[in-house]
């Protein structure tokens, strides 16, 4: 079968104008794409995102930044790409979106240069409108509308729902998934058999583990979620399908007060006590809401990147078990909140820097490197805390450190001991250390060997390390549902990503699902939203889809460029060039669809005849 000459020759001209599509890319200059050193999978999973903007011309160079100079970054605006993740439950949506208008995530400046006539500050009005929205199916609709207005920006490409795997030897039985990011419930894992010393490589905030940090409850990085959750314990916890559970508080009630705003009146668990054996009770409760609400520390640089630190306007004992909390408006997530990691779990009075009388404004539990922080006239010194004590199943008992050939201090064991006076059952374990690996390779051949007990978290293995190790028999592996989404921000603040059109091209340029084939295999699944669709008010159907759609990605790069390509007097004539280019192969499929169809008539009536002299 032959082509003819006119159709190979609008087959190069196609081509031809592939090539002319790229180009219009070609004034963009570098776009900066950032990540976090340590983290494997997004590396490779950059690359993969950086060949195919190159692909329309686009050119990418990624930066690996510490942690610290990542957040800066982002602070700053200092990008034009970044991957981030929504914070999953018990964040999801509300507490995500309120971050994004305090300005200690990207969201802040990537969203500085909307596409008139939306705004940045129109949305966070938005969002803070439906936190006080009391009814549940007005708060729907609103947080439908929130959805569809930066959806429509083009701002935020859905990558895919983060799924939390677990690796396990066998000597270990009893997995549970955590219910919200980074809470890894070790405490119930039962024993079978061998020792009662249990090793883990967690998955933190950097991917493979380098420091649980100060492990103090009221302030942040380079604290880790996962030893902090260990370690401290709320008024109340978050349980599966959203539901708010009892912790320190066995039970709750809440009325509305004459202002407008509720009283929420916490019953306390009796018989508690911290890891230093300091009782559990009301004052302990009232010292710690004293320290973290100080009110300098509630403004949106430190405690107040949440709702309830703002909306929290005074709380008091009634007796040594009941712990009352007022707020100055009605807030539905207020419970929610409450169960968040941090910062308002719950430190052992005698771990005070001056202990059970330790004074909030003149030595706050903040930690001590924040120094003074004023606020209408109020200074509150951060003096930080004098030792780690909770309530939670492990405590703290020991660690050792050193220092990387960067100058980083980091923690290649941490030992935790299992709480024997646990108030929900001591755990099985009676040792917990957490064991630094420089690599996930390393990893992989710890947990084959069995020196390695337990990987729970995300960033320690690679997608391919996941399915190796399915055909040991010593191992189990489990994946939690999805916890939260993975996501990548477009910059608008920085050129030329303040430009909705090269935001669209770049978007519709990502073939997500081929990369995620590639790079995370089974584990993880493509997704069309910025939340998961089983967070509150987040299962909404948006238009438009951002999907792969390399023709689009072109047309539309040439359509915002100031460089022409090759044209003929017809305007559509690129429309054309790229839809025979991009369609070569439909041709040749249609072609060879016709050829034989052709032949297979042509055999029929033959063998149609074949058979009439048979009968005859």
Request: proline share 5%; hydrophobic share 35%; glycine share 8%.
């Amino acid at each position: 079968m032959m082509f003819s000459a006119a159709v190979l020759a609008l087959l190069l001209r196609g081509k031809q104008v592939l090539a002319d599509g790229a180009e219009c890319n070609s004034d963009k200059g570098t776009l900066d794409f950032i990540l976090v050193e340590g983290d494997a999978n997004l590396v490779s999973i950059e690359d993969d995102i950086r060949a195919q903007l190159g692909e329309v011309g686009l050119k990418v160079q990624s930066r690996l930044l510490s942690k610290e100079e990542f957040n800066e970054a982002h602070q700053t605006g200092d990008f034009h790409l970044s991957f981030s993740e929504t914070w999953g439950s018990p964040y999801d949506p509300h507490s995500y979106a309120s971050g994004w208008i305090s300005g200690d995530e990207g969201h802040y400046q990537a969203f500085s240069s909307f596409d008139n006539p939306s705004s940045r500050d129109e949305l966070f009005e938005k969002i803070e409108r439906v936190l006080q929205e009391e009814d549940h199916k007005r708060r729907a609709t609103q947080w439908e509308e929130i959805h569809n207005y930066y959806h429509r920006q083009a701002t935020m490409l859905p990558l895919w729902g983060k799924r939390v795997p677990t690796v396990m030897n066998k000597r270990l039985t009893g997995y549970e998934m955590g219910n919200q990011q980074f809470d890894y419930p070790v405490h119930k894992l039962v024993l079978l058999t061998g020792p009662r010393n249990v090793t883990i490589s967690p998955g933190a905030q950097t991917g493979l583990f380098q420091s649980v940090g100060r492990l103090d409850p009221h302030t942040y990085r380079p604290n880790e979620f996962f030893s902090n959750n260990w370690v401290y314990e709320s008024l109340v916890r978050y349980g599966s399908e959203g539901q708010v559970l009892p912790a320190l508080a066995k039970s709750w009630s809440i009325t509305d007060t004459p202002n407008g705003g509720q009283e929420y009146t916490f019953t306390l668990r009796e018989n508690v006590y911290f890891h230093d054996g300091q009782p559990w009770n009301c004052e302990a409760a009232k010292m710690n809401f004293d320290h973290v609400l100080a009110k300098p520390l509630t403004t949106p640089d430190w405690h107040g990147w949440y709702g309830l630190p703002k909306i929290i306007s005074e709380w008091t004992c009634d007796g040594d078990m009941e712990f009352r909390v007022k707020t100055i408006s009605k807030y539905y997530p207020f419970l929610q909140e409450m169960t968040f990691i941090r910062p308002l779990r719950m430190l052992s009075p005698g771990a005070f820097a001056f202990g059970n009388t330790t004074d909030p404004i003149t030595a706050n539990s903040c930690h001590v490197g924040w120094g003074e922080i004023s606020l209408e006239g109020e200074v509150v010194t951060c003096a930080g805390i004098s030792a780690i004590s909770g309530t939670g199943p492990f405590a703290f008992s020991s660690r050792s450190t050193s220092t990387t050939k960067d100058g980083d201090e980091v923690d290649d064991e941490v030992t935790f001991v299992g709480n024997k006076n646990y108030w929900a059952g001591a755990p099985s374990i009676e040792t917990l250390k957490i064991v630094r690996y420089e690599s996930s390779e390393d990893v992989k051949v710890a947990l084959m060997d069995g020196s390695l007990d337990i990987v729970w978290g995300s960033g320690v293995l690679q997608a391919q390390d996941l399915d190796d190790l399915e055909d040991e028999k010593d191992l189990s592996i489990f994946h939690s549902g999805v916890i939260q989404n993975v996501i990548m921000l477009l910059n608008t603040g920085k050129a030329p990503l303040d430009d909705i059109v090269v935001r669209k091209t770049i978007i519709h340029a990502i073939d997500k699902k081929a990369i995620i084939d590639k790079e995370l295999g089974n584990v993880q699944r493509p997704v069309d939203t910025v939340f998961p669709f089983d967070s509150p008010y987040c299962d909404v159907d948006l238009t438009p889809r951002w999907d792969y759609d390399i023709e689009k990605a072109l047309l539309l790069s040439c359509a915002s460029s100031e460089i022409a390509p090759s044209k003929s007097k017809d305007d559509n004539s690129l429309a054309v060039g790229l839809g025979l280019g991009l369609g070569l192969v439909s041709i040749v499929c249609v072609s060879v669809a016709f050829f034989y169809y052709g032949e297979s008539k042509k055999y029929e009536v033959e063998l149609e005849r074949a058979k009439k002299g048979v009968q005859a």
